[in-house]
């Protein structure tokens, strides 16, 4: 990496098709992005940081360039977001939590952060050793509230599912912030299968592998990279996927209820035998609307100390997985338009050993998760995908599998690197 990273002489403002390009950016384009306290660090020479993008808004605001077109749609959308809805309008008969904003809220009152809301999903082993989601049981995932009594037809009450007995593997999912996602939308599938390949070559004893899950609206396998398994192709499909699985809201894309702890029968006293979904489309619309014009964090001040950590951070193998830098394809909405933005994440799932979940979602095993993002990681108070971690330390020593070989280089750090690394951590 540090060999890489000494070839940035070239201008990122040439697009130039190629992975590669970004990922040497690697973090010294950290030392020339402002900084939300107003200070900005002297530009290193040879850096270009004229496509890096929404640095500068706070948490929860939009792009700073948007058109009043934009503008309006994520007002709107952060409305939808924000709106709490009732039995009437489709929530559930189980369901997570009656809005979005729930669970993704913060820092303080950023919408589209994380409250740090952990959800449940449980399956088991088949003999045959491949994993069973037990769909007829309510899972994978859990829901953990119900609408309670509903008389129509019939009296019914629905409470909130439980684990069943059978179930051999229990994991926690804590809730991921969603600012600059729209960034991560825009990045071709092929710019992430290009990534994997450079991985291959240039560090294959940590390369990822892109998760290729079916993307409804195109009608085909794409390139996941949303949610702790990457299971999820665009904002769109997880906009609805979240409508229906969190609130119980059924939408074009998930017409189908979930039926409560995997009982379809239940659901009879639904009066018709195929009912027009909850939602016709518009709600998905505006919490895509929403997510894709969110601006990424803010970065924090960047000190000398955490310039230093920058290349401890590449040195010692924490970018092979934790890219900084990914450019994004062309799309009509020109904020996101072939930008360079730092995520600190490939998006790809790497084998991390006995810290991974057990739930199989896509090619996904159980042992994989997506590299975490690591932009916004300095307002996040607990860490890793069942938020088991409290600390940066913590979450850092706690990789295993393909992230042991640096978590062991950084366990042997001497105070000035470690302590440079973790200001570098929270400088993002
Ligand atoms: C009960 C809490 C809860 C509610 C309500 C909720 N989410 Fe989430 N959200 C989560 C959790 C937990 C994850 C991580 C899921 C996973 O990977 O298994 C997540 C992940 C996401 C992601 C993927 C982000 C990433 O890091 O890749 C998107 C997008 C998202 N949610 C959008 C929404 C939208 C839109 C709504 C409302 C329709 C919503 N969520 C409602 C808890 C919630
Ligand atoms: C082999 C790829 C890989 C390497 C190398 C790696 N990480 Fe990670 N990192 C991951 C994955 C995957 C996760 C998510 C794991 C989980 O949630 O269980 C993660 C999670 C994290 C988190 C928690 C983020 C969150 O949102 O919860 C931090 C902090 C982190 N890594 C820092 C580091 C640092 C610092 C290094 C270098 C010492 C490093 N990582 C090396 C893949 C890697």
Redesign the pocket.
Known sequence: MSQRSRSTNTSLSHRSGSVALAAIAVVWLAACAPTDSGVTSPPLPGTDVAPLVGMTAAFGEPFRNLTADQLALFTAGKDE?AAVEAVDEGLGPV??????????LGPGTAVGG?TG???T?FGRTRSDGTFDPMTEFGGS?IQDHGIGPVTEGGAFTFVGEVVPQEATVIAQ??????FG?GL?DAVPDDEFRQLAQLEAATSPATAGTPNMVFDIAAGRTRVG????????PT?HQ??GD??LN??G?TNPEFPDESCPQGDCGLLIHNPLPSPPPNDDGS?VKK??D??TLLAPPPRGALSLQGLEGSGVFALIGCANCHTPALVTGSTPVAALSGKVFQPFSDFLLHDMGGLGDGIV?GVATGRQI?TA?LWGVRTRARLL?DGRATSLDAAILAHDGQGKRARDRFAGLGVRARNALLVFLNSL
């Open positions: 977001f369901f997570n939590e009656a809005s979005c904003q729930t669970c993704h994380t809301r952990v959800e999903r995932l999912r804590i809730t991921t912030q969603l996602l991560v990279r949303f949610g702790w398994k990457a299971q999820v904002l997880f906009s979240a409508y969190e609130m809201i709600g919490f895509t929403f997510m979602q997506r993002p995908h």
